[in-house]
């Protein structure tokens, strides 16, 4: 089993920056990919980045120039570094790690970070 734990949320005014964190640990094999992903009140979860062990990346075309992810794969964490961060962009913000088995792929969830930003 793999455990992902975030953090770095908080409250910031618009315009400001905000470094968010996640860890995966457990029994792992290897993380093949580490991803935000955020939920706003009454709408769906949608992509905010991903990137893959061999570096390929994709962003959520909102936040594309504003926010970067990175991934360290010997360590097995990821960080999102927001900036120019906007009112729109707040909601509950989930890192998902990709387990690449021996037999299969499974995605596990943190418990999500709330950030809230102030107009």
Not at 55 to 84: C, E, H, P, W
Not at 99 to 115: K, N, S
Request: net charge neutral; with cysteine.
């Amino acid at each position: 089993q793999v455990q992902v734990v975030e953090s770095g949320g908080g409250l910031v005014q618009a315009g400001g920056s905000l470094e968010l964190s996640c860890a995966a640990s457990g029994t792992i094999v290897k993380i093949s990919a580490m991803g935000w992903y955020r939920q706003a009140p009454e709408k769906e979860r949608e992509l905010v980045a991903i990137t893959t062990s061999s570096g390929s990346t994709t962003y959520n075309d909102s936040v594309k120039g504003r926010f970067t992810i990175a991934f360290d794969t010997a360590k097995n964490t990821a960080t999102l570094q927001m900036n120019s961060l906007k009112p729109e962009d707040t909601a509950i913000y989930y890192c998902k790690a990709v387990h690449q088995g021996r037999l299969w792929m499974d995605d596990f969830w943190g418990q999500g970070t709330q950030v809230t930003v102030s107009s």
